[in-house]
């Protein structure tokens, strides 16, 4: 039976160590209906490991990734930085499931420049000065 080889892994993992969330492998099957999981072939699930696990070629001179702790919640950062190298269709697609111009985010670029425009001037006074 084809489905049961995903099954299978996930009952094993569950058991062996129940406080892991598991690969992302793991993860995107779990969000399939159950039917669909299953019905990959252990070839499939291994080509698939395979795919996923594949660490990118290429490093960014910039890659920045932090957790701040805020108030209750925890916020991540990312900050990734290098030379493009996406196509214009898969950008053209991002730019429309990313927008830039939503609520939040022009609520935090108006907090960066808020931050930033005092340290600026406080630099540039500190520099004048000498001290």
């Given at each position: 039976m084809?489905?049961?080889a995903w099954s299978t892994r996930t009952a094993a993992r569950d058991q062996t160590a129940p406080g892991l969330r598991g690969t992302l492998q793991d993860r995107i099957l779990a969000r399939m209906d159950r039917?669909?999981?299953n019905s990959f072939t252990e070839a499939q699930l291994l080509e698939l490991e395979r795919v996923l696990g594949a660490p990118?070629?290429?490093?960014?001179?910039?890659?920045i990734r932090l957790t701040v702790p805020f108030m209750r919640w925890r916020i991540f950062l990312?900050?990734?930085a290098g030379t493009e190298h996406r196509s214009a269709e898969r950008?053209?697609?991002e730019r429309a499931r990313h927008a830039l111009c939503t609520i939040t985010n022009v609520?935090?670029?108006v907090f960066l420049v808020v931050l930033f425009i005092p340290t600026f001037i406080g630099l540039?006074?500190?520099f004048a000065i000498g001290h």
């Open positions: 084809p489905g049961a039917d669909v999981a990118s070629s290429r490093r960014l001179p910039i890659d990312t900050i990734l950008l053209k697609e609520c935090f670029f540039v006074h500190i």
